[in-house]
């Protein structure tokens, strides 16, 4: 297992090219799924400097036993909401429809939660396992725009390396 991050400049394709091995380099052998976790958002937070980046996990609703949510996992920034309902925000909506979703201005995204106010734009993907949904990463940029399909498909392919 590695315990280093090579930071690098470049185009968008290059740093991710240079940060998957990277990470999958941190993950090689470790069986801990909370220890992966927050080591791919310290990762993601280190190589592009991004606002917040960290997880939620779906776990049992606090209140109700019957209901799930989703539960602040590892994160990588300033202080986060703890608890996210299923369809709420773009962390529940990604929960709840199990696909990717880029907002390029949070503003403009029905029943966005502000977490922080300084949240710009955000991509969301789900953590899929057995055909449902078990988490999200969540990515906030303080920058509108941020996110495109580069991000999508390497984010996407970063997921995919966690051991589930």
């Known amino acids: 297992m590695a315990?280093?991050?090579t930071i690098v400049t470049g185009s968008k394709v290059e740093i991710y090219?240079?940060?998957i091995p990277q990470i999958k380099g941190l993950l090689d052998g470790e069986p801990d799924f909370i220890a992966n976790l927050a080591?791919?958002?310290?990762a993601l937070k280190e190589q592009f400097g991004w606002l917040w980046v960290g997880f939620y996990l779906v776990k049992p609703d606090s209140k109700n036993s019957a209901e799930s949510e989703l539960v602040l996992g590892p994160f990588q920034g300033p202080v986060?909401?703890?608890?996210i309902k299923k369809g709420r925000g773009v962390c529940g909506a990604v929960w709840q429809n199990a696909e990717t979703l880029i907002v390029p201005d949070v503003e403009k995204f029905p029943g966005h939660i502000a977490c922080s106010s300084l949240s710009?734009?955000?991509?969301?993907?789900?953590?899929?396992?057995n055909g449902g949904v078990i988490g999200v990463l969540d990515v906030d940029s303080n920058e509108l725009d941020q996110f495109n399909e580069i991000d999508k498909k390497y984010l996407?392919?970063?997921i995919e390396a966690i051991p589930l």
């Open 80 to 83: 986060a909401c703890t608890r």
């Open 39 to 42: 080591n791919v958002a310290a």
């Open 120 to 129: 710009r734009s955000e991509i969301v993907i789900p953590l899929i396992k």
């Open 156 to 158: 996407e392919e970063i």
């Open 3 to 5: 315990e280093d991050l």
């Open 17 to 19: 090219q240079s940060l």
